[in-house]
């Protein structure tokens, strides 16, 4: 037990005394986006003991209560801080519920990616020949289109192979795929870029002249000398793959409407914009704003911070 707190002791100094986390107490930008990050997860995460309404319970609900403005408008309710919806339901409730959709997709679509690109770019940049031009063409044929065309055309190939009630239930898996395969160009640039200049050092050939297997000097010795860039590249692409999440989500070929996110919510909402509603696609874009503007605040200071030659 006292080494087990020796050890963490240990650890929690080194970090206080690393130059990221100076770098971190001396940023207000990265410490405020980081406590509305930890906010947002922490709410959308949890979301069924800090909401005060369950959107999605019928019995919860009440038609007579729809369309119900701000809590601080005239015609408002306590109860309702953000107002309701068209159906009755809390809206700063449904977009926590939503925006936990949004994250997932976004975490597990970013997760998808990074690792299918940086395993091209890493195994590419280290065997290099045929192999590696067939890889780096690949990615400059896919960087040619535009991401959020790539995630259509996969999600029309899903809606042309599966019967439509299946791609309602496995809708969530077809977005997590479709933004993934349109996002790994990026990691595999980066790791590739990365691979050319550490398998020339020192400790790459010393691992193969004792006879380390090729699979073990990429994936235990390369891997985490270039994990640094691509952090900062999944930082951001994660603001980038939850926006294209609710792009898709708007044009309506995203997840259901019985299981919204916020993409979900604003194009529902937009139907009442010029109706007087304006609530109800307001605040769910605001959220999305909000988050993503977080997210890539602290992308950019990861960016500075991990290496500082990028720094403006």
Known sequence: MLQVDKKTLNSWEKLRDSDIYFSFIKSPTAI????????????SFFVEFVTPHNPFDPASLSLM????????????????????????????????????????????????????????????????????MIVMRLTDVQLTVPSILMALLVDGIARGIIT??????????????AIGISEWPQFARVSRAATLVEKNKDYVSA????????????FKHILPNIMRPILVIGTIGLALAIIAESTLSFLGVG????????GTLIRLGNDFLFSGEWWI????????????????????????????????
């Open 207 to 218: 691992s193969s002249i004792i006879g380390v297997s090729n699979l073990l000097i990429m």
């Open 281 to 312: 696609t307001f605040f769910p874009a605001i959220f999305l704003v909000i988050l993503a503007f977080s997210i890539n605040l602290l992308g950019d200071w990861m960016r500075d911070t991990l290496n500082p030659r990028l720094k403006k």
């Open 65 to 132: 209560e729809a369309f119900t403005p701000p809590s601080w408008t005239e015609d408002g309710m306590a109860k309702f801080i953000l107002g309701t919806d068209g159906q009755g339901r809390d809206m700063l409730s449904t977009i926590l519920y939503g925006s936990r959709i949004s994250l997932i997709v976004g975490f597990s679509a970013i997760i998808f990616s990074l690792i299918l690109g940086v395993s091209l770019g890493l195994t590419a940049g280290y065997f290099g020949g045929k192999y590696e």
């Open 255 to 262: 997840v259901p409407p019985t299981t919204p996110s916020l």
């Open 32 to 43: 405020v986006s980081s406590i509305i990050l930890l906010i947002i997860f922490f709410c």
């Open 164 to 177: 439509r009630e299946m791609h309602d239930e496995m809708a969530i898996y077809v977005l997590i795929f």
